[in-house]
């Protein structure tokens, strides 16, 4: 690995965002909280620091919506756009206690283990769908053949986008996706007017086409998420009102999109980089689980995420100020050394595997964390069964959409041998 200089190297510059690995060692061995060269954010870097950080709700609020609502949400074009759908609420991600609280129990109703075991069927059968779908001459880019649709389906059926039968036909997934991509685009992305303007328009669509359903749920409960939701309620509390579901709603959509998108592909590419360890798990399926924490903690698709510091104080011995940001870099804490030996192998058999913080930790800690373990799970199974070997195609390039918050393959051309 090259030595980065941390006083001439930005974490945000393009080329250091598509390969970060080095500039993450460096951070968390010289300086694992720093504050960014000419900014006020304070970047976290190391296990302990970043796990500490997340149970200091107190002094690290999650009320991070402004920076999320894009970065020309005051353009009167954007806001006039806006203004045709419904407001957005701060309900999980970008809440502090005790507003969070209240959505967190609301939703946590919703996504019990028993609704999970409810959809792993279906997530067996849409995955054998994809796989009987390759084409006979193995070509594929498996981002856009397998790992968007996977994820985008199941939410999607669970949202109730998809067909009466359960199933979802591709203008439906189409239409998910290009909505979990305006919302996720708007997050994190480095993206021009006219873009903005489009996922605006996306966002206030969505919105409409989900009320819909919301109304026909509270008309008449079906097996489903959506109804879970519209339906949940706490003792003593309203359930959610139209503007709430929309705003989770739609967090789970995009949430578990992206992310579960990128844990899929990075672990194909981890097989393509790591045939011994294939192999061992081709071997011994039973490690499956184990093998899917262990590219949950070297994809981190949820790089790292936004923390308000809300008052003067102090994180590993560094005086961190009031009114400030920090970015807490799961990524690079789940490469921390002084935690995983030899962080930046694959090992399937890795013992401590299971306690990476990809999906972050305390209150925010991931609610579709059960969801996504299981769809990981059922997806590599099958395709361990199904495909006797990946390879990248000829000229395929690993690209790496930029982008602060988020990272994942752009697409991953490989050429697949049925078994
Ligand atoms: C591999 C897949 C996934 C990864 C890596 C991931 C990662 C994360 C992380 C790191 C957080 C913590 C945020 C913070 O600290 O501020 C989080 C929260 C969250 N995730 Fe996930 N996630 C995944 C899948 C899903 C799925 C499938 C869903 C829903 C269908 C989902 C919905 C959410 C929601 C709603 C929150 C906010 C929870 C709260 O603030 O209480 N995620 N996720």
């Keep these: 690995m090259t030595k980065i200089n941390l006083d001439t190297t930005s974490l945000f510059m393009p080329e250091v965002l598509a390969d970060p690995f080095a500039y993450y060692q460096a951070a968390i061995a010289e300086r694992p909280v720093m504050v960014l060269p000419g900014t006020n954010i304070t970047l976290v870097s190391s296990y302990d620091l970043v796990a500490e950080a997340t149970g200091r709700v107190e002094d690290f609020s999650s009320d991070f919506s402004d920076l999320l609502a894009g970065q020309r949400s005051a353009d009167p074009e954007v806001t006039a756009e806006l203004e045709k759908g419904w407001p957005q609420r701060n309900t999980l991600l970008t809440a502090d206690p005790p507003v969070h609280t209240r959505f ?17 069927a279906e997530i067996r059968a849409i995955v054998e769908r994809l796989v009987d779908a390759f084409p006979a001459d193995g070509r594929i880019d498996f981002v856009r053949d397998f790992a968007i649709p996977l994820p985008v389906a199941v939410i999607a059926s669970q ?23 305006a919302f996720a685009d708007r997050l994190g992305g480095m993206i021009s007017k006219e873009r903005e303007l489009e996922c605006a328009r996306e966002v206030v669509e969505f919105q409409h086409a989900m009320k819909a359903r919301i109304d026909a749920r509270r008309e008449h409960r079906t097996e489903d998420l959506l109804s ?38 990075g672990g194909v590419l981890l097989f393509i980089q790591n045939p011994g360890e294939e192999a061992k798990v081709r071997a011994d399926p039973a490690l499956i689980p184990n093998m899917v924490e262990e590219m949950l903690r070297l994809e981190s698709p949820s790089a790292g995420l936004w923390r308000i510091v809300k008052r003067d104080t102090e994180l590993g011995g560094v005086t961190v100020p009031g009114n400030s940001m920090m970015m807490l870099r799961y990524a690079a804490a789940n490469r921390d050394p002084a935690k995983f030996e030899d962080p930046d192998r694959f090992d399937a058999a890795r013992k401590n595997a299971r306690s990476h913080l990809a999906f972050g930790r305390g209150i925010h ?26 390879e990248l195609a000829p000229g395929a390039e690993i690209v790496h959409t930029p982008n602060m918050l988020l990272r994942g393959l752009r697409r991953l051309d490989v050429v697949v041998e049925r078994a």
């Design 159 to 181: 949202i109730g986008i998809g067909e009466a039968d359960g199933s979802i036909s591709p203008e439906g997934i189409a239409t998910v996706k290009r909505w979990s991509d």
């Design 228 to 265: 879970d939701l519209v339906h949940a309620t706490v003792e003593g509390e309203r359930p959610l009102d139209d503007a709430e579901l929309l705003s989770v709603l739609q967090q789970l959509m995009v949430a578990g999109n992206e992310t579960t998108t990128s844990t899929l592909a």
């Design 104 to 120: 967190r129990k609301l939703v946590n109703l919703a996504f019990s283990m028993k609704r999970v075991d409810a959809i792993e």
């Design 365 to 390: 800690m991931c609610v579709g964390n059960m969801l996504s373990r299981k769809e990981l799970a059922v997806a590599f199974g099958v395709l361990l069964q199904k495909v006797k070997s990946f």
